[in-house]
């Protein structure tokens, strides 16, 4: 069965940076799509970003384009997002997900981990 397990999420102070993993499990992780989605509470799930088998093609939301990187190592499969320049309003549970950004959301929110907190504040 799909298993993703995210890791790397913290405290940073605004313009700082962080790297998240996703250990991933159960499935060919080389042939599958992935995203990064994000929750804060009383919101509902943001689309962040995905990258294809491959990992030539990568899509980004337009709020963390220029900012976030996402990233795969398909010898370990692991899935990762590089985060510069962090914002107050990136504080959120981050989640990847086993999902193309056309299935976003609901695709996106029955393959996910169990998700690593995000902090940005000074």
């Known amino acids: 069965q799909v298993q993703l397990v995210e890791s790397g999420g913290g405290l940073v102070q605004p313009g700082g940076s962080l790297r998240l993993s996703c250990a991933a499990s159960?499935?060919?992780?080389?042939?599958?799509?992935m995203s990064w989605v994000r929750q804060t509470p009383g919101k509902g799930l943001e689309w962040v970003g995905s990258?294809?088998?491959?990992?030539?093609?990568?899509t980004y939301a337009d709020s963390v384009k220029g900012r976030f990187t996402i990233s795969r190592d398909d010898a370990k499969n692991t899935l990762y997002l590089h985060m510069n320049g962090l914002k107050a309003e990136d504080t959120a549970v981050y989640y990847c997900?086993?999902?193309?950004?056309?299935?976003?959301?609901?695709?996106?929110?029955?393959?996910r981990g169990q998700g690593t907190q995000v902090t940005v504040s000074s």
């Open positions: 997900a086993k999902c193309p950004r056309s299935l976003f959301p609901t695709g996106c929110e029955t393959s």
């Open positions: 159960g499935f060919t992780f080389k042939n599958s799509a």
């Open positions: 990258i294809y088998a491959g990992g030539d093609i990568r």
